[in-house]
């Protein structure tokens, strides 16, 4: 078993900038993809921007240019820094991973999720 720990929400104005980890600990023999999700009162949830191994990054529309994914592999953590943000960036992030277990089967795990809200 693996789990995810995320950190960094928090309130914040327009235009303001924030940055989320997620740290994974557990039985890990390779995280397979990393990505950040989140999901605002009302509205489904939404991938927001991942980080697949052998893969190109990919990030949703809405915050192209503005949020940038990254990865320590050393330490099984992926941070999302959030610049420009706006209103309508406002929702419970989740961290979400697949990773590889010893039993060389991959597990899908998801984080409690942190709140970010963005004042006008």
């Known amino acids: 078993q693996a789990q995810l720990v995320e950190s960094g929400g928090g309130l914040v104005q327009a235009g303001g900038s924030l940055r989320l980890t997620c740290a994974a600990s557990g039985s890990i023999v390779r995280i397979v993809t990393m990505g950040w999700y989140r999901q605002a009162p009302g509205k489904q949830r939404e991938a927001v921007a991942t980080?697949?191994?052998?893969?190109?990054?990919n990030y949703s529309d809405s915050v192209k240019g503005r949020f940038t994914i990254s990865r320590d592999s050393a330490k099984n953590t992926v941070y999302l820094q959030m610049n420009s943000l706006k209103p309508e960036d406002t929702a419970v992030y989740y961290c979400q991973a697949n990773i590889l277990a010893t039993d060389r089967l991959t597990y899908s795990y998801w984080g409690q999720g942190t709140q970010v809200t963005v004042s006008s």
């Open positions: 980080i697949p191994s052998g893969g190109s990054i």
